[in-house]
């Protein structure tokens, strides 16, 4: 079982649909979860980061944390097609370090 | 703020050369910086994490010789990548935190091609 895992896609929504994105991790002793948006050949860029359970929103961008079904998502409103990327999540233990998915890559078709 | 660069963006080299990659914190001294590698459609590998002054911790399977990391300064970390074959190619991405932030900020990346 990976410790991150994520599907892989593709996602696609039409333009101004709603994007769901999904994580799931394995270790309990996690601390804190973020999401990195990854365009085809540049590094990631940071989208948001959530510690607590609950929603937490930024914009067109809400995280959920479910801690106790060790599940994090990723909503997108009113998605445009330049949302369309590689979406990655992370995990981060006590010891500090990044765990990441392997990525769920979305389109979004105008 | 918050800005990571690296260099060189791209480099292409011969099997057997060493190739050296910097990453600089530009607006701000990164207690951490980590270095990742990524495949084609692959997710980030964590190879190593730097802190200042002290040597690098990596993670398994990752060869110390072969990857040597330097972070002589709050601002500076580098990766040599020794005697570099084929199988080496790879976007090589670093990353920096400060202080007790958990919040990684990510260099535009290297990509690494041997020929």
């Known amino acids: 079982q990976k410790e991150v895992e994520q599907n892989s896609g593709p996602l696609s929504v039409p333009e101004g649909a709603i994007a769901s994105l999904n994580c799931t991790y394995s270790d309990r002793g996690s601390q804190s979860f973020f999401w990195y948006r990854q365009y085809s050949g540049k590094s990631p860029e940071l989208i948001m980061f959530?510690?607590?359970?609950g929603d937490k929103e930024d914009g067109r961008f809400t995280a959920q944390l479910n801690k106790a079904s060790q599940y994090v998502s990723l909503l997108i409103r009113d998605s445009q097609p330049s949302d369309s990327a590689t979406y990655l999540c992370?995990?981060?233990?006590?010891?500090?370090?990044?765990?990441f998915g392997d990525g769920t890559t979305l389109t979004v078709k105008p | 703020g918050a800005v990571v660069s690296q260099h060189p963006s791209r480099v292409i080299c011969k099997s057997g050369t060493s190739v050296k990659i910097e990453c600089r914190s530009l607006?701000?001294?990164?207690?951490?910086m980590f270095w990742y590698r990524q495949f084609p459609k692959k997710s980030l590998m964590l190879m190593a994490t730097?802190?200042?002054?002290?040597?690098?911790?990596?993670e398994q399977g990752v060869e110390k010789d072969k990857f040597l990391i330097n972070h002589a300064s709050l601002t500076l970390s580098t990766l040599t990548v020794t005697s570099a074959h084929p199988e080496d190619s790879s976007f090589y991405i670093c990353?920096?935190?400060?202080?007790?932030?958990?919040?990684?900020?990510f260099g535009p990346g290297t990509r690494l091609l041997v020929l």
């Open positions: 607006d701000f001294q990164a207690t951490t």
């Open positions: 992370a995990v981060n233990t006590n010891a500090g370090k990044s765990t």
């Open positions: 959530i510690y607590s359970n």
């Open positions: 730097s802190n200042e002054g002290s040597k690098a911790t990596y």
């Open positions: 990353s920096a935190i400060t202080g007790t932030s958990e919040t990684q900020y």
